[in-house]
Structures are given as structure tokens and as C-alpha cells.
């Protein structure tokens, strides 16, 4: 395994870090937050022209010349250095939702889809998780019931649904075949601007964090889908499930080292400024070492993310890797969210600093794309226990 970065990944790196820091400045990303807004439209028509909603996408659609899962990693780091809510929006659509339409869509969907999502012009939804499916993502009740004509009315309820009011289209796992076991029931829809849907009802959660992300509970009322609405097969909905999680699990991992290397970048320009006992508070050894731990679990983290991302590109699958890496790079944001702001003092602990907002947002990643206990099982079973 090369540790290296070739230099088409070092130049997009170079690329992505002047682009955050041109756009998402702290003061413009904290306005974001108290408002509890996403962030503007032109945001990502300006990502759009940088390639980047591509990178995981196959070549017809993106015009690079194969998928890049390392590329998306380098990406995807540098942006969380300014928000992981942004990453998040990022994300939704490039990583998870995307590469699934890419690879399970019929030929008109992703026409409809794709070339719009690598333009930055859309954001993408998924339904997935339900008040039983949740960590068990298999136990979809929601219905999706064939009419005579051969379309198919939904009716069901969904909880912590992010971004799909304002989506151009999302995703719905509902289930068709209730009489087959749960793995093989379930199926995909694609739904066209769900925001505008009557028989879609939402009710916003006030969440911890990540408020540039609005989520909801959301109702199906007789919603009417065509047969044609949907992606797959009727009843190969969960494989195409397993797919994108993966996907956003080993993304998650670099959302973690992204924001976690921020945090700790910050902490050590602060130490050496900051003076206590008549020098830099970086020159005590226990402060030190506290910022030296910091770093070992980010680089840890970090080398768990790109090794899921560079046997992606070279077996085409991840899954213990992408559990993995999204254990470390939760725990790693979380553990190093914390103890940035205590090293901070009273300065970490305001707004100002951006270290409260990334407190919030870190235990998203310790719960969301599966939890920590689900990804120890995986990697457990994976190892055979």
C-alpha cells in the first residue's frame, strides 16, 4: 500500500482547501448554524464546477475516468475542516445516494438524476429509517401496495429523514412483499421533488447538532408511485441498501479525521500563543501530550479511512474496512471534539470558536449510517465471532 498521495489527489487537495476556505469562512458557517439554514444553492453549483459530486460516480456521468474513492476521501476531508454538516449535505447525494442510482437505476432514472447531481443543481433525499428500522435498517414497515394499474400507493411513517423537503428527488425503501422475509421484501422508489408532494407530510426535529441539516418525521399519505418509479428490481431494494451504506460508513470516517484534524490544528496554534504560568501553554508537558494522544487517534483514523477507500478501488467492495473507519473516525471526533475544548478553557466554550458546534455534531457519527455497537458487530463477524 503506497501512503502517498499521487498528484492528481494532492492537486484536488490543494484545490478543495483554498475552495473552503474561500466559501465557508467560520463566521459565515456559524451564521449558518444559528439560523438553522442550509446553506445556499450557489454553494454547490460552485462544487459542481469543481468536479467533486462526481468523484464517485461512473464515468458516463462524471467524465473522469473511473470512480475515485480515494479522491472523494481527500475531498470529503478537506471540507469537514470547515463544517461536517457541510460534508453531510456533500455527501448525501455524491456518496450515498448517487453511486445507488448509478448502480441499480434504470437508464431513464439516471438520466433524469445524475448530470443534475454532478452539476450541483440538486440535493438528494433518502427515506430510510423508521421508528423499528433503525439499527435494524431491514425492519422497513412502510407499505407500498400494487394497484391495478400496476402503480403503487404508500403509506407508512419515517423518522430522522434528512434533507428530502428540499431535495430534487429521494429515495424511498418501502415494502412490497410483506409475505417474504424482511431481507428480500423491500424495494427502492425514486420520487421527483418530494418537497412538493401533498400526500408527503413533514414535521421538523430540533436536533443536537448539525442544524445546516433539516430533519423530520415524515407521513405517507396514499402516495401514488408509478411502476416505473422503481430503481432495481421489485424486492432488491436491501441489496442496493447494503451498497450505499458502506459507501456512507467509510465516508463518515473521513468526516471524522477531517474535523478532527481542524480541531487539533486549532488547539496547537492556540497553545503556543496562549501564555499561563509565564509561558506558551504548549511548552507543558501534560498539555503536550494531551494534543500528541489527539493526533495519534487522528492519523490512526485517518489510515483506516483511505485503506477502506483504496480496497474499494481494488476489489470493489469495503465492508469491514468501511465499519472500521467509521468507528474511528466517530469515536476519534467525538473523543478529540471534547478535549479541544477543554484545552481551549473558556474561549473553547464559546460559540465563537466553532469547537461547540463541532461538539454537537460529532455524536451524530457515533449514531447515523449505523450505530457503534452495529459496526463492532460487523467487523466481529466479519473476523468470524
Known amino acids: 500500500m503506497d501512503f502517498g498521495l499521487s498528484p492528481e489527489h494532492e492537486a484536488l487537495r490543494d484545490t478543495a482547501r483554498r475552495f473552503v476556505q474561500q466559501h465557508f469562512p467560520r463566521e459565515k458557517v456559524l451564521q449558518w448554524v444559528r439560523d438553522k ?28 475516468e473511473k470512480v475515485d474513492p480515494t479522491g472523494m476521501v481527500v475531498f470529503v476531508e478537506e471540507l469537514s475542516r470547515a463544517s461536517s454538516a457541510l460534508s453531510t449535505h456533500y455527501g448525501r ?46 425492519n422497513v414497515s412502510t ?15 419515517k423518522i430522522f429523514n434528512s434533507q ?28 421527483e421533488e418530494p418537497g412538493k408532494r401533498p400526500e408527503i407530510h413533514y414535521s421538523r426535529i430540533e436536533t443536537l447538532g448539525l442544524a445546516m441539516i433539516p430533519t423530520y418525521n415524515v407521513s ?56 499561563a504560568f509565564g509561558k506558551p ?17 487522528v492519523d490512526a483514523a485517518r489510515l483506516l479511512t483511505y485503506r477502506a477507500a483504496w480496497k474499494l478501488e481494488r476489489e470493489g467492495s469495503c465492508h469491514r474496512e468501511a465499519s472500521m473507519a467509521k468507528v474511528a473516525g466517530a469515536e476519534t471526533y467525538m473523543r478529540v471534539s471534547h478535549q479541544g475544548i477543554q484545552l481551549l478553557g473558556g474561549y473553547g466554550y464559546s460559540v465563537e470558536s466553532g469547537l461547540p458546534m463541532h461538539f454537537a455534531d460529532a455524536k451524530l457519527f457515533e449514531i447515523g449510517g449505523g450505530a457503534m455497537e452495529v459496526q463492532r458487530n460487523i467487523i466481529a463477524k466479519e473476523m468470524g465471532l
Do not use: C
Open 37 to 64: 439554514v442550509e446553506p445556499p444553492r450557489e454553494t454547490f453549483l460552485k462544487l459542481g464546477e469543481l468536479g467533486v459530486f462526481g468523484l464517485m460516480l461512473p464515468p458516463e456521468y462524471s467524465g473522469l
Open 93 to 138: 447525494a455524491a456518496v450515498i445516494v448517487a453511486p445507488q442510482i448509478a448502480k441499480f437505476a434504470s437508464k431513464a432514472q439516471k438520466d433524469a438524476v445524475l448530470p443534475k447531481v454532478v452539476r450541483g443543481e440538486i440535493q438528494l433525499g433518502f427515506f430510510l429509517t423508521e421508528p423499528e428500522a433503525g439499527s435494524d435498517a431491514a
Open 143 to 157: 407499505r407500498a401496495e400494487e394497484q391495478p394499474d400496476g402503480s403503487f400507493l404508500v403509506n407508512g411513517t
Open 164 to 191: 428530502v423537503e428540499s431535495a430534487g428527488y429521494a429515495v424511498l425503501a418501502a415494502r412490497t412483499d410483506p409475505d417474504k422475509p424482511k431481507h428480500e421484501g423491500i424495494t427502492l422508489f425514486l420520487i
Open 220 to 275: 405517507f399519505d396514499n402516495l401514488r408511485l408509478p411502476a416505473d418509479a422503481i430503481i432495481g428490481k421489485r424486492g432488491g431494494g436491501w441489496k442496493a441498501l447494503l451498497n450505499g451504506l458502506d459507501y456512507e460508513r467509510f465516508y463518515h470516517g473521513a468526516i471524522g479525521v477531517g474535523a478532527s484534524q481542524a480541531i487539533v490544528d486549532q488547539v496547537v496554534e492556540y497553545v503556543n500563543q496562549r501564555i
Open 281 to 297: 501553554l504548549g511548552r507543558l508537558q501534560a498539555i503536550r501530550h494531551k494534543i500528541a494522544d489527539m493526533q495519534l487517534a
